[in-house]
């Protein structure tokens, strides 16, 4: 089975940290993907990579950058993290087609 | 990029029945997926749907392509069919964001 793996299910930082949220994925997939989810607002794409080293903007990016040294880890950094960055973070890993999601990281920032 | 509605938004059942879940697509698409979210944030890939009809036990899809939706049907609700169920899909014209809908919320109560 496809295995995705975010490195915490809930975290609690501060405004104005600096916040790394990691994903790391067994299948060897090409396309990786960060989202965050928001009540009503359903998942919204931040930052999506094909390959190493290359990263697309999605929908909303401010504030937020992304690395992908290896293949099977994608990160997503909050610069400088505010409290309209609470919220659900979802990272997914894809073949060309099918989509397969971590456990999801609860992220609160006070 | 693709816009994505999905209805209803909510949905309450007694356990035992049956429910039908749209999702619209603004312009074609193709990689539709449908995915569960179950209560604990963990979203599940039910259905690759680009077109035609499939089933996995209880559930199935239908996609229209030419028609711009498709139709998730639960058959004989369970309890543990709660959650808030997505559908994604991806641009014809070189868009490769996969974009979802705000979701359908169901709830089975026993």
């Known amino acids: 089975d496809v295995k995705v793996t975010q490195s915490s299910r809930y975290l609690v930082k501060r405004t104005g940290e600096k916040v790394f949220l990691e994903c790391v994925q067994d299948?060897?997939?090409?396309?990786m993907f960060w989202y965050r989810q928001d009540p009503g607002l359903g998942l919204r794409l931040i930052y999506f990579?094909?390959?190493?080293?290359?990263?697309e903007k999605g929908d909303i990016p401010e504030g937020y950058s992304v690395s992908r040294e290896k293949k099977e880890r994608f990160s997503l950094i909050l610069e400088s993290a505010s409290t309209n960055q609470t919220s659900m973070y979802l990272c997914?890993?894809?073949?060309?087609?099918?989509?397969?999601f971590g456990q999801g990281t609860r992220l609160t920032v006070v | 990029g693709i816009q994505v509605e999905q209805s209803p938004p909510d949905l309450i059942l007694q356990e035992g029945a049956n429910s039908t879940l749209r999702c619209n697509f603004s312009?074609?698409?193709?990689?539709l997926q449908w995915f569960h979210q179950n209560p604990w944030g963990q979203l599940i890939n039910l259905f690759y749907?680009?077109?035609g009809t499939k089933q996995n036990g209880r559930l199935s899809a239908t996609t229209v392509a030419t028609e711009r939706y498709s139709l998730l049907y639960i058959s004989s609700s369970q309890t543990t069919d709660s959650g808030v169920y997505f559908c994604?899909?991806?641009?014809?014209?070189?868009?490769?964001?996969?974009?979802f809908g705000t979701g359908t919320r169901l709830t089975i109560i026993p």
């Open positions: 997914a890993s894809s073949s060309t087609v099918i989509a397969f």
């Open positions: 299948m060897d997939h090409e396309n």
């Open positions: 990579s094909y390959d190493v080293k290359m990263k």
């Open positions: 312009d074609s698409v193709n990689n």
């Open positions: 749907i680009p077109s």
């Open positions: 994604a899909g991806l641009s014809n014209f070189g868009n490769e964001k996969l974009t």
